[in-house]
């Protein structure tokens, strides 16, 4: 019992550990679910429950995402993250470092590390660890780790974006795209949309796509009123929920099941990137999932 109530204890940081390495949340609850029954099964306790179960996870999900890599380079299509509405761990002291690293963007920049550079990345840098606690978990010396670190940090800095949006002007923005998008308004989305932005989706080859992405605030404000209109009048609901730590929605049909989520990178006062998560495989956690060839041939034939 005590060994259970010591892992409960830890289970939301355990999950927020491998959700970051592995950027599933299916992968991410079997690892901690293996540490449970290693913990469980390990013959002697362990002078830091923390530090050995976050070593733990950390190994299992490596030894995960090592082979994950090798399907995600025959993935249909792009890659994304699984849709993520909320991370079960909290800790004031590290709220910037958890918040920006379960965005999108970056757990897209993390997939450009190697497994061990991700692991460590995250333990020192997202959740603070000390270098002797990470070399542990990695099995790899001190030196090392600072030198994995380094490599990590310049690859992550590499591809983020200079200019950071303030949360609360970024939250009005958004508030004010779905306006925009709920009535079909052109030119009000177009008005948020930076001149070269994006909308990407992620289905997997098993849904829907529009072909490799939308380009331009022109064609993607106009997408966006397109899809809009008819969606609605088959019962569909555009409903806004944050979505990995950034404003999103989550996209229903009338019996309530996801369709698909939503996600929008708000930096300098514009909408730059929509990525939608379409894989029917990805949107299970987030309840029943409905089936998006039908929806979209329903909606069609109501435009």
Not at 288 to 301: G, L, N, S
Request: charged share 30%; hydrophobic share 45%.
């Amino acid at each position: 019992m005590r060994r259970a109530e010591e892992f409960e204890d830890l289970r939301a940081l355990l999950f927020s550990i491998a959700y970051r390495i592995l950027g599933s949340v299916a992968e991410a609850e079997d690892a901690v679910q293996e540490t449970w029954l290693r913990y469980e099964a390990s013959p002697t306790q362990p002078v830091s429950v923390k530090a050995f179960l976050s070593a733990t996870v950390s190994r299992i999900a490596i030894d995960v995402l090592r082979s994950a890599r090798v399907r995600r380079e025959e993935y249909a299509g792009r890659w994304f993250p699984e849709p993520l509405l909320a991370d079960p761990y909290e800790d004031p002291e590290r709220s910037a470092e958890l918040a920006d690293s379960v965005s999108m963007a970056a757990l897209l920049l993390l997939e450009r590390l190697s497994p061990l550079e991700r692991a460590v990345f995250v333990l020192r840098e997202v959740f603070g660890f000390g270098f002797a606690e990470v070399a542990s978990a990695v099995g790899r010396s001190e030196a090392a780790c600072r030198q994995l670190v380094v490599r990590a940090r310049r690859h992550m800095d590499a591809g983020r974006a200079r200019f950071e949006a303030d949360r609360r002007e970024r939250d009005e923005l958004a508030g004010r795209f779905f306006d925009a998008f709920r009535e079909g308004d052109v030119d009000g989305l177009r008005e948020l949309l930076a001149a070269d932005v994006q909308m990407v989706a992620d289905s997997g080859g098993k849904a829907p796509l529009w072909g490799n992405g939308v380009f331009g605030a022109g064609n993607v404000a106009r997408t966006l009123a397109a899809i809009v209109a008819p969606f609605a009048r088959i019962g569909g609901v555009v409903e806004p929920h944050e979505v990995n730590g950034q404003p999103g929605a989550i996209f229903r049909d009338r019996d309530g099941k996801v369709v698909n989520t939503l996600t929008l990178d708000i930096l300098d006062g514009q909408v730059q990137t929509i990525r939608a998560v379409i894989n029917p495989d990805k949107l299970g956690h987030l309840g029943p999932v409905a089936d998006a060839w039908t929806v979209i041939r329903e909606a069609t034939r109501n435009r």
